[in-house]
T-cell receptor, first 111, second 113 residues
């Protein structure tokens, strides 16, 4: 059974700092990995999708990498801002088109 | 608004009552998913439709839960005889065919009292 783990569970940083969120998964037979952002009480906003054949994806200040063989992904956020404060979730897509999520990293960026 | 739409956003119900939620996916997306999220956890897969066919159901989906997508467009999720343990955020997502990006709605927050 696929298990997704996100470290750290929570992170508090001063504005302007670069930071890295980690995601690991136990079964490397995935089709893609997706990073989401979730604001309190809201739905999920898709940030980046990395196909299993890709190594990384970039969008603005965000860069996500994928090492499928070792079961790891990282989300790098450059020059963090208070508006980046949210919960960040990673999810892997398995055969059958369902996403398996980690529990998330709660990020707080202090101004 | 061309995103995934869910209704209602919030629902408070008494234990034992039936509730129904609706999801309208992005119009060209033929795949639709339901997930459930409890506090402090990531979403958990419940069920998945391709067009009107329900292709997979999680063991989390007890016989009190039923989902439909009658014309391959919107979907409904019904919970019968609600229990306090059903209190959660119910999220709907949609995607194009293949292993493509999933887009989520704002969710329906269910509170069973």
């Amino acid at each position: 059974k696929q298990e997704v783990t996100q470290i750290p569970a929570a992170l508090s940083v001063p504005e302007g700092e670069n930071l890295v969120l980690n995601c690991s998964f136990t079964d490397s037979a995935i089709y893609n990995l997706q990073w989401f952002r979730q604001d309190p009480g809201k739905g999920l906003t898709s940030l980046l999708l990395i196909q299993s054949s890709q190594r990384e994806q970039t969008s603005g200040r965000l860069n996500a990498s994928l090492d499928k063989s070792s079961g790891r992904s990282t989300l790098y956020i450059a020059a963090s801002q208070p508006g980046d404060s949210a919960t960040y979730l990673c999810a892997v897509e398995e055969y059958g088109n369902k996403l398996v999520f980690g529990a998330g990293t709660i990020l707080r960026v202090k101004s | 608004d061309t995103g995934v739409s869910q209704d209602p956003r919030h629902k408070i119900t008494k234990r034992g009552q039936n509730v129904t939620f609706r999801c309208d996916p992005i119009s060209e997306h033929n795949r639709l998913y339901w997930y459930r999220q409890t506090l402090g956890q990531g979403p958990e897969f419940l069920t998945y439709f391709q067009n009107e066919a329900q292709l997979e159901k999680s063991r989390l989906l007890s016989d009190r839960f039923s989902a439909e997508r009658p014309k391959g467009s919107f979907s409904t999720l019904e919970i019968q005889r609600t229990e306090q343990g059903d209190s959660a955020m119910y999220l709907c997502a949609s995607s194009l065919p293949g292993y493509t990006e999933a887009f989520f709605g704002q969710g329906t927050r269910l509170t069973v009292v």
